[in-house]
């Protein structure tokens, strides 16, 4: 089964940027629908961005223009790049995949990472 590793969390100040990483072992990042989820004390769980098998970015309307979702297949890498971050950005961050060819914030995500900071300081 998928395994799912993360890094790259961090403190910055609003306006300031981050990468997140997420390496996949037991399925290609190319092949499946993955992508990034958060969660912030007191809140339920949001998905963030995604991306299909097919390199389609599927980016929720709260980072749109902000965050962008990228792979590297050599690496089996995912990546969540975050530029101008505010601080209700702040959270722990997942990476996620779910090994279908159907891929939505509402689908079902099989595999997860052990998730990895985000705080932003006004």
């Known amino acids: 089964q998928v395994q799912l590793v993360e890094s790259g969390g961090g403190s910055v100040q609003a306006g300031g940027s981050l990468r997140l990483s997420c390496t996949a072992s037991?399925?290609?990042?190319?092949?499946?629908?993955m992508g990034w989820f958060r969660q912030s004390p007191g809140k339920v769980r949001e998905g963030v961005t995604l991306?299909?098998?097919?390199?389609?970015?599927i980016i929720a309307d709260s980072v749109k223009g902000r965050f962008a979702i990228s792979r590297d297949s050599a690496d089996n890498t995912l990546y969540l790049l975050m530029n101008s971050l505010k601080p209700e950005d702040t959270a722990m961050y997942y990476c996620a995949a779910d090994p279908r060819w159907y891929c939505s914030f509402q689908g079902q995500f099989n595999y997860w990472g052990q998730g990895t900071q985000v705080t932003v300081s006004s």
């Open positions: 037991g399925y290609s990042v190319s092949s499946i629908c």
């Open positions: 991306i299909t098998a097919n390199g389609a970015p």
